[in-house]
């Protein structure tokens, strides 16, 4: 194996201490690593946020974008290179909420992209708000009685709509988190990984030893390959199941239906401007 | 009754509900008579229904090349009653209306039985049919002409179909041989056989194309949508990506994306589309990304008018995104324009590392004449501007003129960072604020480059002249009509095709007027006042038109008499 270095040199890392995004780095490189990925080769989109700061701490290229606008923009890459790997990694609000509307027609699109959402049920840099994914009763300084609202389910949405690879992990589970994400990266199509993370400081319902007494993982009699068994795991609550609850492998990916790209991957940027290409279209102006 | 007789031009109009069939006449009838050898010019008007309402489409054939609106009527054919109405304001004394017996009208009408003629064909949706043929035939063209067209039109419909509408074309042609109250006996030039007959939307996409357009991303919205279908029709045969967004945020972010991994990408809207586009305007702006927005203008607040067309979103254009960063509009004034400047949209996208906005309006895109092969073909200065990268590459080096080379991830030996936090010269988030001062100056400074690349404003008449004529976009060609129909004394005409930047060159112009005229299709005259606030010159004459339709030639006739006097 190729020695390949994702750490960076001297920089100051804007999270806190104990909070899980550091477990979640860690876990990131280990999965590029393993997968001998060139960083060359590596493009990190993300959002705003805290999660959304991962980026930053890896040696990858990057596309640091907008607050939940993460999936458009990797949606653009990957069918403008297919040759790179695309990872579309924010929070639960920046993609559940702010990018609700991508995160459902990214899985539709079935772009061939991994989407890691780190998931701590609370929004972090905006102090304590509740997130789409906060449970009933959780009381912040807005939410002053208490969230009402239903918590989104990201599991069973990506399942309801056949997205290709659907799966969770506890950021706190190195090992099996590796393993997960490592599937997640390799699977040809949209793959959704929704990371259990707990935040030190906004959120002291959902702690560590909360989600290690609320999660189990799935035994490996689950078939991953029926959607009605998948969506019964994803809609559990009363324990969270981790580890891939849904994998699709029908279908082609978006940039497998690209005209461009049916004979072979043609990265955009090898193409020149054609004059060629305006007299063509021409000709058929004459067709009376 | 007396004889009618067209030498020079004749104004026909078509109107019915939508689904009778107005398109197809428009797109047979210009197609049979540009072939013929004159000159075709067709504008539509309609409503935003599917079915129903009262459409119309106006079609001018003339011996000098036509290329604007003419607000009267001398020959329509109404397909319903309704029509007679809509129109009332288009039809004079000297209109003359081909219509059925069912249709009740106080003006000049010959009866001609589409409808009738039509049934006995099997069926009344050939009444289209019957009317295209019967105008087609005051030409006393070859019918063979007709029937190539015509047969090739309906090539992928039924045999029993096609068979039908030649048919009907036959039939309305024949009735029109037996007349001989109408006389069109109009020049013909046989080179506009060799023309093609193109709308602003088809400009514009080709126009992106020559600019080496290789990406797309939009949601459909009128009259954006007519560029987002032509560059997904060319995506069948070239190297293209066309894709529909979930809606505009997703469009304009995915197309930044597709810069950022090396295409070349547009981004086709309308106002409500641009409002959702504004934040990543702004990105773009931020990761100094080359980006290309058509944005076709509509009457607006809010939904206005879906279908109709004005000049309001100038404003917006120019002041849309948070935060300071540089940007060039450009707005073409006829179909010529709209491809010249929607590739040099790519050029300037691409060398400037910043977002180009097309802006475009309904009558434009929605508009078709005849445009020699000539003014269709690409200019040689498109190219790539983006680098090579090697170990250790800063995607926002500072340099003397404030543009970094541009990188494309997978490309080379160096990482391609993005930030739309403030960053680094690397494209690492920063709080340093000394940087940030630097970071923006970078970016502020490209606006100086772009200064040096500007496009001229057009100049027309004497140059010593007291009072100046100011107008943009699609009113180019019923001010300059209308300026040398008129040959105004003492007077010039300035058109501008770059909106911003102005050229330093307006300036001058501007400050030698006694008296300057600014036509706009807006309420408050956008481009008027900054042209005031950016020249401190007075413009207190404003030709100003908002009720969703364009000017005519007529009324820029007597407007610009009426302030010139």
Redo the contacts between chains.
Sequence with gaps: MAVINYDIENIDI?WCPGCGNHSILKILKQVLIDLQKD???V?M?SG?GQAA?I??YI????????HG?A???????????P??TVIAESGDGDMYGEGG??F??AIRRNTDITNIVHNNMVYGLTKGQASPTSNPGFVTPVQNDGVSSLPFNPLAVAVSLGAGFVARIFCGDFKESVETVKKAILHKGYALVDVLQPCVVFNKVNTYKWFKENSYYIDNNHDTKNRFKAFEKAIETEKLPLGIIYINEEGKTFEEN???HHDKI??????????Q??????KT???? | MRNYEFTDRINIVLCGGAGQGIQTIEVLMT?ILK?AGYNVFATKEYMSRVRGGSNSTTITVSSAEGRCFYNNIDLLIPLDQNAVKHLKKRITRETLILADSNIETRHNKILVDFNDIAVKLGNKVYANSVAAGYVLGLFRLDFKVLE??VS??FSGKSDEISEKNIKAVRKGYDEALKSDKISVDIARNTSTDND???NGS?AVA?GA????C??M?SYPMSPSTGVFTNIAK????????A?Q???E?????????????????IVSTSGGGFALMT??LS?AGM?ESPLVIHLAQRPAPATGLPTRTEQGDLNFALYGGHGDFPRIILAPGNIEQAFKLSEKA?YYADKYQVPVIILTDQYLVDTYYNVR?KD???S?E???F?TETSPGYLRYRITDDGLSPRG??????????????EHDEA???TEDLDLRIKMSGKRMKKLDLIKNDLIEPVFTGNKNYKNLIVAWGSNYHAVKNAFETLEPEGTAFLFFEQLYPLHELAGVYLNKAENIIGIENNFTGQFTNLLEHRFRVNIDKRILKYNGLAFSQEEIISRLTEVLI
């Design positions: 804007a960083p060359l080769n493009v989109v705003i700061k980026p930053q040696k990858t290229n990057y596309f640091n974008g907008l606008r999936l458009p923009p990797a949606t653009g890459i990957k069918a403008s290179n040759g790179l509307n991508h459902i027609h690209l005209r461009i043609t990265p955009q940027y090898s193409l020149k401007p054609d004059s290409h305006v007299k063509t279209l021409l102006f004459y067709h009376t | 197609r072939n190539e067209v090739n039109f093609l007959l193109i088809d080709l194309v020559a600019g080496g290789n990406f991303s060319y995506s069948k045969e070239l190297p293209i990506i894709e967004a979930e809606d945020i997703s469009a304009i972010n995915m197309a930044i994306g597709a810069w950022y991994a090396g295409s070349r990408a934040e990543g990105l990761i790519f092969e269709l073909l690409p040689s498109n190219s790539h983006f494309i991830p997978g490309f080379g030996k160096g990482l391609v960072m993005v930030d739309s936090d494209g690492r988030i």
